[in-house]
């Protein structure tokens, strides 16, 4: 996905990024990297937090947990915050609690505090995880969109990794301090960004939603095509009655709602949380080092996220995310494997390796599509009427997966370590069918074009 400024103003306004929407996503997935560095602080800051505080393990697994009960309460509020004030509004306000949160880790003398500040923070991310991707698909050209959503994804990536790489230099309450220079640097960006003009047009802010699109594309970019099909779709929307959550469940947005809340069940209960809160205890477990395995699980899953950027938007949804659960189903079966060995006793000096091996297969296809694309799609296949409450229950149903698994994962593996992972590699490969039946490709489409096919009867005037 090459990202060419545009440099002919004449030319299709939807070939080319031009500067302010570089910026406008550059802004928009600073809130991405907070999402990162909020999942990934608890890792290297567990034994600091735990000697200096003086916190039991069950203290400390309240703390590592409560960040998801917050994200699932914001999850739930993310829709309806994002319809009344805007998408702008929404993330700035999301960082507001981000930045009580991490300072309230910062200055915290017990748990209470330490948890306060934890929940805090999880509340923020969890408006970011819907807002962040919804702002993204509804501000680029058709054609870009997709590299530029999963960039979401990138930046989640390179969070957790910055996360566990420097807390291992400084200390816990400084890696605190830290966390919140990107909530800073999105809510002054966010005075240089405009609003989302399909936004705005839900609004029935016309002008304002004509020059937001125009400073997207270009002062000197012909918008009328795109500006009327937004108005258009708008308007048939407008039509229909203000949506309630029952409204959701009628057969006309089926389709939508099944490929929304499949993939997001299909992403977590592909076990993607339990490996990556517990990968170390995994490694050990299989008698590989701890430390070298997940310094390896960094080093592959940011350049397969990149990749995953550069080939959204050429080879298409479908196709990556059909390699990317192959590649989970594979690496999960590895794992699996590995744990049979040994406990059949065979292949010990080999059955490490292969743990290694089915970690990181697991780990680099995982960041190539099934951890971005799901977001992208939920971004794409609701109308806009329905888009808040539809994007506040895919985001909780992902929050409540993860939270399930990353609170089995343990008893799972005290039942039976191979079994756990040969589940885990049914899904994803479950997975593979789910997209090829159901999930509709979106590369090169329009936001209202995808909507229109997967919900037919909301285009109808």
Known sequence: MPLLLSENPESDSSSSATAVVVLSTSVAVCGSYVFGSAVGYSSPAQSGIMDDLGLSVAEYSVFGS????????????????????????????????CIIGWLGIVISKGALLLDLGRFSLGYGIGLLSYV????????TPKNLRGGFTTVNQLMICIGVSVMYLVGTLITWRILAAIGTIPCVLQVLGLF???????????????????????????QSANITEEAAEIRDYTESLQKLSAARVLDLF???????????????????????????????????????????????????????TMLGVLLMDKSGRRALLMISAAGTCLGCFL?????????????????P??????????????????????????????PINMKGIAGS????????????????????????????????????????????KLVPETKGRTLEEIQASMNPFTAKK
């Open 66 to 97: 409560i960040l998801t009960v917050g994200a699932m309460l914001g999850a739930v509020m993310s829709g309806k915050i994002a319809d009344l004030f805007g998408r702008r509004g929404t993330m700035g306000f999301a960082e507001v609690f």
């Open 132 to 139: 962040v991707p919804i702002y993204i698909a509804e501000i």
């Open 192 to 218: 240089f960004i405009p609003e989302s003009p399909r936004w705005l047009a839900k609004n029935d802010r016309w002008l304002d939603c004509e020059a937001a699109l125009q400073r997207l594309r270009g």
């Open 250 to 304: 009628q057969r006309k947005y089926a389709h939508s709602l099944i490929v929304g809340v499949g993939l997001m069940v299909l992403q977590q209960f592909g076990g993607v949380n339990g490996i990556a809160y517990y990968a170390s205890a995994i490694f050990e477990s299989a008698g590989f080092s701890g430390k070298v395995g997940t310094l390896a699980m960094v080093v592959v899953q940011v350049p397969m």
């Open 393 to 436: 229950l895919v985001t909780v149903v992902n929050w409540l997966g993860s939270w399930i698994i990353s609170y089995a994962f343990n008893f799972l593996m005290n039942w039976s370590s191979d079994g756990t992972f040969f589940i885990f590699s049914s899904v994803c490969g479950s997975t593979i069918l789910f997209v090829y």
């Open 335 to 351: 794992v699996g494997l590995s744990f049979l060995l040994q406990d059949l006793q065979v292949w010990k000096d080999f059955s």
């Open 353 to 382: 390796v292969m743990a290694l091996v089915g970690v990181l297969l697991f780990t680099g296809s995982f960041s190539l599509g099934m951890g971005g694309i799901p977001w992208v799609i939920m971004s794409e296949i609701f």
